[in-house]
């Protein structure tokens, strides 16, 4: 008895000598707290932190997030509101075989090279300096006269392949010119039909006409003296030929066929003096280019 006395006297002196501010805090603590201490198996959170709400509609994370992933996100994003723009493949670029079929085969250029220096030579040497004391003797309309007779006495020429390429309207411009320039126009030395009527000359030749019917050009021939030409246009120049009155005439008007043809050639000189001169001298290989010039406007006169 005396023992437990004892316990219980000690146990008071205890409680009285715990400080103040001790008791205040146990006596402040939350239910919580307390029912924490009553079940050990639980484990006591934190003080002082607070555990946030879940919402009731929380999106649950995604696991992992690559950043290329969310790069390619953003540039799909802001690329939404632009229309898909497809981009063309890149034209091939042109080959050698259609760059050389902007030309013109030339299988024989050291031969020609030596027609054409020869040719050259022959403007230089005969033709320039007659056409050029022929341009002081006979005026201008003189010539374009005499150029205007020759034109109108190749007119079969030009009606034939009118026809021959189905150009009807240019045949009957071809016949009308004839009649008028040859009455009315003295012979043909006045082009009346032009001047008057503004009926204009048809450019048409043989050689234009196996052009329009399927015949390619060959290759480049540059013969003495007739100058540039084709293989199809060496062929319809022959063909021209059974075209041209002067052919039929007899063998004794051989002299007067040669005549009119040197007459025609000084006076169309006469007539583009100075053309060959400014051509040549812009020419870095006038052969080259007097070549392709006159592929160019063959090849145009085909296709108009």
């Excluded at 008895?1 to 008791?23: D, N, R, T």
């Excluded at 050689?207 to 390619?216: A, E, P, R």
């Excluded at 003096?273 to 007097?290: N, R, T, V």
Aim: hydrophobic content about 40%; some cysteine; aromatic content about 12%.
């Amino acid at each position: 008895m005396k023992l437990v006395g004892w316990v219980y006297l000690l146990s008071a002196l205890c409680l009285i000598s715990l400080p103040g501010p001790c008791i205040a805090e146990y006596s402040t603590l939350s239910p919580s707290f307390e029912a924490s201490i009553s079940s050990p198996d639980e484990t006591i959170p934190a003080q002082g932190t607070i555990e946030p709400l879940e919402p009731s509609n929380a999106v649950e994370p995604s696991t992992s997030l690559d950043p290329t992933e969310v790069s390619t996100s953003l540039e799909q994003e802001d690329g939404a509101a632009e229309a898909p723009v497809e981009n063309s493949p890149p034209e091939p670029p042109q080959s050698e075989s259609e760059e050389a079929a902007e030309t013109i085969a030339d299988p024989l250029e050291p031969v020609n090279r030596v027609f054409f220096h020869f040719n050259d030579k022959l403007y230089f040497w005969v033709f320039k300096p007659v056409a050029t004391g022929y341009e002081t003797i006979i005026p201008e309309d003189g010539r374009v006269g005499v150029r205007n007779f020759f034109s109108n006495f190749t007119t079969p020429i030009r009606l034939v392949n009118c026809l021959l390429q189905a150009r009807f309207k240019g045949a009957g411009n071809e016949t009308v010119r004839f009649f008028i320039n040859t009455t009315y126009g003295l012979v043909g030395f006045l082009d009346t039909a032009k001047k008057e009527f503004k009926i204009e000359k048809q450019e048409a030749d043989f050689g234009q006409t196996l052009g329009v019917w399927g015949m390619g050009p060959a290759f480049y021939i540059h013969w003495p003296i007739l100058g540039p030409l084709t293989l199809r246009e060496t062929v319809g120049y022959v063909g021209d030929a059974f075209l041209d009155v002067r052919t039929y005439l007899p063998s004794r008007f051989l002299i007067v066929n040669v005549s009119a043809w040197v007459l025609d050639k000084v006076n169309e000189t006469s007539l583009t003096l100075g053309e060959y001169e400014s051509f040549k001298k812009a020419a870095l290989d006038p052969y080259i280019a007097l070549k392709e010039a006159y592929y160019q406007y063959r090849q145009n006169k085909i296709k108009r």
